[in-house]
């Protein structure tokens, strides 16, 4: 018998296989690389996309674009500007002034960052005074988010906390804002002091003892108080104004007032070994201008662009910062290391690879410690050299 014959085979329809064209082929053969290969994937792929060619013209635009719009956001944040000028303008301090005189007894405690000048002039007076055993101090860290933070190898040592702002949130009326260093914090009363650097400086010189340097005296306030009016706008924050600039109109004014002022600064200190009168010796004027000359050419040079001249490029400038470096207890304070990485390292907006520079030559421990010959130079008659100098700043 015959038997029935097998169903048919379904219909099993294929899409023709159709030959790689040569560019397929290469695409095929860098995209089996990437996949194989232990190279950085974004680096792999731009080579698949355009080879060794520069990116099309349209993508660095859009790249551009999106980068400033995110950078102007950034900097909005890190770096409060004027909306019509693009000049940077510093916020206030919460705590500006010492309301409330904390108690003879009172258990102090101060809170610095070794990057920050402001902090350093709190730092440097307490040495310069001698104060380290009778002011207790915690140094905070910058954070991956910028703030102010600490680790197991500088920690809180009042409360063990983990970030500044933890210290600020425990006075009695809790803290809204920017946790920022130096911070003077009264114990007993569980209170910020003041976190105003110069009025902390001010302060901590009336805790000195009596045959302690006077670097507040009151028979000079008046004229230290003149110096830093010329100082803390043009230098101190002249160097912010500068790196902080958001239009070249407001980067091209700052330049401009701060190199000003360092040539004016340059040609008084030739003549005069400390900024005030005759006879009255290193004063809290001086602190503040070294606080931000040490860095000069550290970071501010490189990454604010305060470019046109180095600090070196000052002689008595130099000579003058020198001096005060090798003063008992002042280097100690100057940690090269922590104020590279608290600014190349932190300050992504202005250095988004994070990378540091080689230390400059002047900068380093052995050129600092070189022979400052200020030694026969004399502070200039009271007012007189000074008030000319201010003038030429105005």
Known sequence: ???????????????PTLPLLPQGRRRSRRLNRIAASQEDPLTA????????????????????????????????????????????????SRFPAVVAAPSPGA??????GLP??????ALLVRALLGLGPRLPLSVAVPGDDGAWSFTPDSPDALYGKRRLRDVYAARRGGFEGRASVPMLWDADRRE????ESIEIAKFICTLADADAPDLWPPELRQEIDRWYGVIYPSVNNGVYRCGFAQSQAAYDAAAGELFAALDMLEDHLSRSRYLCAAG??????????FTTLIRFDLVYNPLFRCSRRKLVEYPSLHAYTREIYQMPGVAETC??????????GTLFPLNPGGIQPVVPASCDR????????????????PGRQQQGATASVG
């Open 1 to 15: 018998m015959w038997s029935p014959p097998p169903p048919p085979l379904p219909l099993q329809l294929r899409r």
């Open 280 to 289: 009255s010796g290193m004063t809290l004027a001086d602190v503040c201008l």
């Open 116 to 121: 920050c000048p402001w902090a350093h002039r």
């Open 366 to 381: 052995e050129a600092l410690m070189k022979p400052h010959g200020r030694e026969a130079l004399l502070s200039p008659a």
């Open 192 to 195: 910020v002091v003041c976190n």
């Open 45 to 92: 792929l731009s080579r698949v996309l355009w080879g060794r060619a520069l990116p099309p013209s349209q993508l660095v635009l859009v790249v551009r674009h999106g980068w400033t719009a995110a950078w102007r956001l950034l900097m909005r944040q890190l770096a409060p500007s004027d909306p019509a000028t693009g000049a940077f303008t510093r916020t206030p």
């Open 335 to 344: 940690d090269m290391a922590a104020i590279a990485d608290g600014y190349f």
């Open 107 to 112: 258990r102090l405690h101060l809170y610095v």
